[in-house]
């Protein structure tokens, strides 16, 4: 029938058609295809942006072409879009491995939760290919960023089991070793690394690794040798810009000038070269030198910009920001698309308005970094800039972020890595900042505010003995700086080195010694006993309008032993008025309430301190030494419990509680307190830093209380009891190596009259002796029973009883000094 013919023919003519469609686009999409990839090949990025989205037009779910597209926008440095495109790829195409593992580096730098999605992607990559070493990096990179430091360890290992012969996962697994201080693991992976892979960059890892050491220069210095020998013709400046500043780190400054003299023999128009040169001289006092130096430079070529920039730095460099942006001016003047003139002004506007309050310029200086990472997000050099703007403006992740991408581009940036290590520090990372300063100053030894921080950090660890060696390195060049002699007579306190300590104080002149500098003077007094010199030290410290809580406490504890308990009160008072809200102020007041008698309202002062500041682990302190003085704890307790029935999720309550059943000892209740104090509130750090002791002490899980540790410490990165906890949970885990470092951070937190640093003290010998250092733990040992036996014996020659874990220290102190 005819009319029955007519649709059917319709239909076979639409399918026609539609297998023609079919078969164009397929050929469009084939041709789009080749083309490219062949530009891909030949690095033509904007050309292959175009035909991998030509092929999305097409069909827009192929994930072979938005992995295209990702590489060539990176190629672009289109960092921000190329990363949507690998998310896209990952989404479209889960086993697409290669762009899961770049979808991961990207992620990376993120924020915690996107650290965490890394380390899903990886994870997901090994479920499939166990064998693959960049997962493993992946993986331990990753679990590093999140601070799960003996996972990572483990990750790198891996990399390194199934890749022996790459010599990316070998560095990274030593670097690694180094950063923890675990010298004996890391050398024979740097020594395995320039056999595999001879090359600059692998001997002069090697000789910074020998550097560290101090005592090992001359085999550093051949191996810095032969890291130039090995250096392609690019790197030349920069493998003797390293042998120069070894030689200047150790003082031998005519063979410095020679090294860098020779590389300017080699290398006469090399610029970074004449910079160090020229830094070098002026670091010697030989000013006009230097000042010829970088002005010959400048004139060599008046087009180029780089000449410059050198003097720009070397201005920054003296303090003279102004003229730093007047010659990043003359550098646009002669290059005025020159990207690095451009972003050297945004950084000089940057840093002169912080410093001058001056918004404005701030807002220039911005607005050129915002411009150039439109166009370039991995711009090394716009990262540092954003860095510093996110660090003034507090956002320390974001400024860790940039500023681990800017390294990643510059390894060899000094600047960067001790940024970098700021912000670490400001994070709480010590170990980590420690790395990084340390870093920056095996690039430039001339980093003299690096130095300062390093030696800040060296004492912050417990570290005293390299905390002096780096504080005076720095009086050396500046034996003006108050604060460094203070930090390095503070350290030499420490050591029991008193009449070190009082010399290094006294040679700060009278009319520049401070607050602090008196204050340091106050506690060296009352370490040798001279109680009048420290009163005398202690009272300059006091500002009225102004009081230290240090400060109070010193001269309270003078007031105490001096019957002088009034003028402490009414110091107190007075401050306490000014700050009723600040709790370490309202234990003061407590104390003095309990000397004065007032029971009563003693332990409301020390209640309220807790209700102020819940995480202050000193004010359960206080509060439990009370309930000890006044010989009625369970009535206390039977107090706290009717009030938790009452207000049952009040997390400061479970606290309080959970504190008071530690001091009886009844430590399975205590934990369940301090579980519920955890749950009702997440931040209590205080609650899951004696949750982790108690775990560890009982013979818990010790995984949980290792996770429990972590985060208190992360909580409360001052807290000396959270870093001996740390310290605890992971000797306890067979991981003597890691305990020591939180171990000796702990030491440096405690006053030196505290009976708690001997128990401190003893958990750090038992992770010497553990770790194979047998004479550290004898030495330590010794150190913590000298002080107990100052404070126990009292000057009647009464002898207080000593609490049972002391038996302990005089035990292993026998048996340690029987095996000789």
């Not at 201005?315 to 010659?327: C, F, I, S, V, Y």
């Not at 417990?462 to 060049?477: I, P």
């Amino acid at each position: 029938m005819v009319l029955g013919h007519f649709p059917r023919a319709c239909a076979l003519l639409a399918t026609a058609l539609l297998l023609a469609a079919c078969q164009d686009d397929a050929e469009r999409l084939a041709e789009h295809q080749k083309r490219a990839e062949a530009y891909l090949e030949e690095g033509k990025n904007a050309e292959a942006i175009i035909e991998f989205k030509n092929m999305l037009q097409v069909d827009p779910n192929l994930a072979d072409a938005h992995h295209g597209l990702a590489k060539a926008l990176i190629g672009e440095k289109k960092i921000r879009q190329a990363y949507w495109e690998l998310e896209e790829t990952v989404r479209l195409d889960p086993g697409n491995l290669d762009a899961r593992l770049e979808y991961g580096g990207f992620l990376l730098f993120g924020k915690e939760s996107e650290i965490e999605k890394a380390l899903t992607e990886a994870e997901a990559v090994l479920a499939a290919e166990p064998e693959r070493a960049s997962a493993w990096v992946l993986k331990a990179r990753a679990l590093q960023a999140l601070q799960r430091e003996d996972e990572a360890g483990d990750a790198f290992a891996r990399a390194v089991e199934v890749a022996p012969e790459e010599a990316a996962p070998l560095l990274l697994l030593a670097n690694y070793y180094r950063r923890r201080d675990e010298p004996a693991q890391a050398e024979p992976l740097y020594r395995r690394l320039v056999e595999i892979e001879p090359s600059f960059a692998s001997y002069a890892a090697l000789a910074a690794f020998l550097a560290a050491d101090g005592e090992r220069d001359e085999e550093a210095e051949k191996t810095y040798r032969k890291a130039i020998e090995r250096a392609e013709e690019e790197r030349k400046a920069t493998a003797y810009s390293l042998f120069a500043n070894f030689l200047y780190s150790r003082e031998r400054f005519d063979e410095a000038e020679g090294v860098l003299l020779e590389g300017i023999e080699a290398e006469p128009e090399n610029l970074e070269l004449i910079y160090g040169l020229a830094r070098f001289y002026h670091a010697r006092g030989e000013t006009a030198k230097a000042d010829s130096m970088i002005a010959e430079a400048t004139k060599a070529d008046p087009e180029n910009p780089q000449p410059y920039l050198l003097l720009s730095a070397y201005r920054g460099r003296q303090g003279d920001l102004e003229g730093a942006l007047e010659a990043a001016e003359a550098a646009l003047h002669a290059s005025p698309d020159d990207l690095r003139s451009k972003l050297r002004k945004a950084e000089l506007l940057v840093d002169i308005g912080y410093r001058g309050d001056d918004g404005g310029r701030v807002a220039q200086g911005r607005a050129i970094v915002n411009a150039v990472l439109a166009g370039d997000e991995a711009n090394p050099d716009a990262l540092f800039v954003k860095a510093k703007i996110d660090l003034a403006e507090q956002k320390l992740d974001d400024a860790a972020a940039s500023l681990r991408r800017a390294i990643e581009a510059r390894p060899e940036w000094a600047q960067a890595h001790f940024l970098l290590g700021s912000t670490l520090l400001l994070q709480g990372d010590r170990a980590g900042a420690r790395a990084e300063v340390s870093r920056a100053l095996e690039l430039d030894a001339d980093l003299v505010e690096a130095q300062r921080v390093l030696a800040r950090i060296h004492a912050s660890l417990g570290d005293h003995a390299l905390a002096v060696e780096t504080g005076r390195r720095v009086l050396r060049s500046n034996p003006g700086d108050v604060a460094t002699r203070i930090l390095v007579a503070q350290s030499l306190l420490r050591q029991e080195k008193l009449d070190e300590a009082l010399a290094e104080l006294e040679a700060i002149p009278e009319e520049s010694r401070g607050s602090e500098a008196h204050y340091a003077l106050g506690r060296l007094f009352s370490k040798k006993r001279d109680w009048e010199a420290a009163r005398r030290h202690l009272t300059a410290a006091y500002d009225p309008d102004s009081p230290h809580f240090e400060v109070l406490r010193a001269l309270l504890d003078l007031d105490v032993r001096e019957g002088r308990l009034a003028e402490s009160a009414e110091r107190i008072e007075a401050a306490q008025r000014a700050r009723p809200d600040d709790s370490r102020l309202n234990q003061l007041q407590g104390e003095v309430l309990l000397y004065s008698g007032k029971k009563v309202e003693a332990e409301t002062a020390f209640r309220r301190a807790i209700e102020l500041d819940p995480n202050d682990l000193s004010g359960y302190q206080n509060l439990a030494r009370y309930l000890a003085i006044t010989g009625r704890p369970s009535e206390v307790l039977a107090t706290y419990e009717e009030a938790l029935k009452q207000n049952p999720d009040s997390a400061p309550l479970h606290m309080v509680v959970g504190s008071l059943y530690e001091l009886q000892s009844r430590n399975q209740e205590a934990m369940a307190r301090y579980e519920e104090a955890i749950r009702l509130d997440p931040g209590l750090a205080v609650a899951r830093n004696n949750l982790a002791y108690l775990l560890t002490e009982e013979g818990g899980d010790l995984d949980r209380a290792l996770d429990l540790a972590q985060e208190a410490r992360a909580l409360l990165p001052d807290n000396p009891n959270a870093a001996d906890t740390l310290g605890w949970v992971l000797y306890k885990k067979n991981l003597p190596s890691a305990a020591i470092g939180y171990l000796k951070e702990a030491l440096s937190g405690f006053k030196a009259e505290e009976p708690e640093l001997a128990l401190v003290r003893y958990h750090l010998a038992l992770a010497y002796e553990a770790n194979g250092e047998p004479e550290q733990a004898l030495q330590t040992l010794e150190t913590a029973i000298r002080a107990l036996d100052a404070y126990y014996q009292g000057e009647d020659g009464e002898k207080r009883p000593e609490p049972a874990w002391t038996a302990e220290i005089r035990s292993m102190h026998e048996r340690l000094s029987q095996q000789g």
